[in-house]
């Protein structure tokens, strides 16, 4: 069993900046992937990125290359998103979540069988 825990979010302007935490716990989290995912309203689950727990290789969707960074400090068993020159369009509720992904799906929803209960970002224009 993995235990995940988001904070960090809130209301930036657009253009701004924030940083998001995800407190991870269980017994075995050290083999997992942990990612981060946003659902507008009305739109699907989205993933934005990924950490390989074991030795901190990282994924990106395009459109956050250069504006995001993901990380992981192993001393607080934390994963941090730093987001950078956000967007309106980004307004979301953003999740982090804990799997085992196959190499071809890492992006998948389906893959990830640990969910934290999220965390609002509001990008105002």
């Known amino acids: 069993q993995v235990q995940l825990v988001e904070s960090g979010g809130g209301l930036v302007q657009a253009g701004g900046s924030l940083r998001l935490s995800c407190a991870v716990s269980?017994?075995?989290?050290?083999?997992?992937?942990v990612a981060w995912f946003r659902q507008a309203p009305g739109k699907e689950r989205e993933f934005i990125a990924n950490?390989?727990?074991?030795?901190?290789?990282?994924y990106y969707r395009n459109a956050v290359k250069g504006r995001f960074t993901i990380s992981r400090v192993n001393a607080n068993n934390t994963v941090y998103l730093q987001m950078n020159n956000l967007k309106p369009e980004e307004t979301a509720v953003y999740y982090c979540?804990?799997?085992?992904?196959?190499?071809?799906?890492?992006?998948?929803?389906?893959?990830?069988?640990?969910w934290g209960q999220g965390t609002q970002v509001t990008v105002s224009s």
């Open positions: 979540a804990a799997g085992r992904p196959v190499d071809y799906a890492l992006r998948s929803v389906r893959q990830y069988e640990y």
């Open positions: 269980g017994r075995t989290f050290s083999t997992y992937v």
């Open positions: 950490i390989r727990w074991s030795d901190g290789s990282t």
